[in-house]
Nanobody, 126 residues
Framework: QVQLVESGGGLVQPGGSLRLSCAAS????????VGWFRQAPGKEREGVLC????????DYANSIKGRFTASRDNDKNTVYLQINDLKPEDTGVYYC???????????????????WGRGTQVTVSS
């Protein structure tokens, strides 16, 4: 079974940047769709940016377009989420999720992902 560990969150001022990491063990991520999701207090978990098992990625939240990018480092078995120009509404716990089956692409809907990390807190405040 795969284990996922997110890191890189913190307290940043509006306009700042963060790079979140999702390190996997127990399974290679190369051929699996991996997604970044976030959950603000009192809200449901929402898809932010998801990487399919193929070369494309899926932006889910319109509010993040142009500010968030995701990438894989297959050598490190890690997926990253670069967040620029952070806004207070980006505050929340950020999770990574991975599907259980190779070469399946559920888009950026949390119900399509099977294994999750515990999340990393991102707080944007002046």
């Amino acid at each position: 079974q795969v284990q996922l560990v997110e890191s890189g969150g913190g307290l940043v001022q509006p306009g700042g940047s963060l790079r979140l990491s999702c390190a996997a063990s127990g399974r290679r991520l190369d051929l699996y769709s991996v997604g970044w999701f976030r959950q603000a207090p009192g809200k449901e978990r929402e898809g932010v940016l998801c990487l399919s098992s193929g070369p494309s990625s899926a932006d889910y939240a319109n509010s993040i377009k142009g500010r968030f990018t995701a990438s894989r480092d297959n050598d490190k078995n890690t997926v990253y989420l670069q967040i620029n120009d952070l806004k207070p509404e980006d505050t929340g716990v950020y999770y990574c999720g991975v599907v259980a089956m190779k070469l399946t692409d559920p888009g950026c809907y949390s119900y399509g992902y099977d294994d999750w990390g515990r999340g990393t807190q991102v707080t944007v405040s002046s």
